[in-house]
């Protein structure tokens, strides 16, 4: 009879979450060979081998599926044509739920009321939930797990996985004068290491520009899964009472559409329906962008604008 090998079904922009997982199963005493994870070295498909013939054939072996779901995992056709083989052939599974995902967002065959594990904090609730899935490992695989190395290397991945992947890095942005590369006009002048918080600085004395932009890169994401479960663009901002109205403008499959917002110099918080953008479904498949517009007639003199943790919720 062919051992048993837990399949880990994710999606690959989940990798790091993933990773820190398999590395928790090897410290805890499982071997490479008792799993299946594409995004790890050492429990890869082997080479050579048709990934999708691969897959299938492992499906129909003695395998223990975990599902690492998350807003990734619903956008990629791959984790779900797994789902939904691992349904048909009706395999022992288990939920993960990663930072940000909760068990309202779960669809498709797996069953969103059946208990899974909420990753994304490292409290009592999270403990337990894995104490109990030690209960699982301990019989599907025969060993003895010693109690400290569990709790330290448990607790080291449950921290390892609170980032909320909803959190958009916004170090990755940059400042434009629209059709004026030369001047300054507007200006990045600070960017928190945390990556949460970005400060800029617009003075439009220093360009003929009508328009300038703070431009956040978003890494040609998928969002379907976003506007599907009616979420929100969210962030929080203010800026110095010369500066009043900003559009926030999202690209979608390269066309730009814009929502206006009214700042002043208390910081407020926003949260902005998807929907209010677009409602077009294709058009949330392509997300590279999402820009603050600022014109020049909503400054009536130099001015600065902080925008923080912007986010989908």
Known sequence: MAKTKLFISHSSQDANVVTAFVNFMLTIGLKSEDMICTSVPSTKIPNGEDIFDYLN????????VLFFLSDNYYSSTVCLNEMGAAWIRKVDSLNFLLAGFDFSDIRGVVNKNKVGIKLGTCDEMAKVSLNEFKETLTSLFGITINQNVWELARDGFLNSAVDNSRFFNMLFSRSYCINDQENDGCKIIKKESSARSVTVAVDFSQTDSKLASIVFFNGRKNFTSHYINKRNLCFEAYADPGLTYVDIELKLSDVDIRYEICLND???SF???????CEYL???????????IIHRKNV????KMTIKNLRIE
Request: aromatic share 16%.
């Open 266 to 268: 208390d910081e407020k």
């Open 271 to 277: 949260k902005i329906p998807l929907v209010q953008f």
């Open 300 to 303: 009536t003199n130099p001015s």
């Open 282 to 292: 294709s058009y949330w498949e392509n997300v590279p962008e999402i820009k603050f």
């Open 57 to 64: 054939k492992t499906l129909n072996e003695d395998i223990f």
